[in-house]
């Protein structure tokens, strides 16, 4: 199994951007997705995550509003959009597969990593 994230880099305060992450070797249509992001000298933190049927989501308070996990499951792709951007926002952004339907909501509920992409909000 493999997770390739992609997006992300320098953005503007309050300014968008969309990551992807492509997953092979598995069909997501049977796991909760999700995406982490990890501040310097930090654990990761969950930022958003969605159940295998789609019908639920979670978002991180800080996030909420601001940041929309959706999936593509004819593509096997994940995505986060993000709007709004906050300098408090700068981190590295992971994507995850679940190890079930449900939400994720701690690193224990993840099965697969994608590699973390940057992003950065600045002027």
């Known amino acids: 199994v493999q997770l390739q994230a992609s997006g992300g880099g320098l953005v503007q305060p309050g300014g968008a951007t969309r990551l992807s992450c492509e997953a092979s070797?598995?069909?997501?249509?049977?796991?909760?997705i999700g995406w982490f992001r990890q501040f310097p000298g930090q654990e990761r933190e969950v930022v958003s995550s969605m159940s295998a049927s789609g019908l639920s989501t979670y978002y991180e308070n800080s996030v909420r509003g601001r940041f929309t996990v959706s999936r593509d499951n004819s593509k096997n792709m994940i995505y986060l959009q993000m709007v709004n951007l906050k300098p408090e926002d700068t981190a590295v952004y992971s994507c995850?597969?679940?190890?079930?339907?449900?939400?994720?909501?701690?690193?224990?509920?993840?099965?697969?990593w994608g590699q973390g992409t940057l992003v950065t909000v600045s002027s």
């Open positions: 995850a597969v679940g190890k079930r339907t449900i939400l994720i909501e701690r690193s224990g509920d993840v099965d697969y």
């Open positions: 070797g598995i069909d997501l249509v049977y796991f909760a």
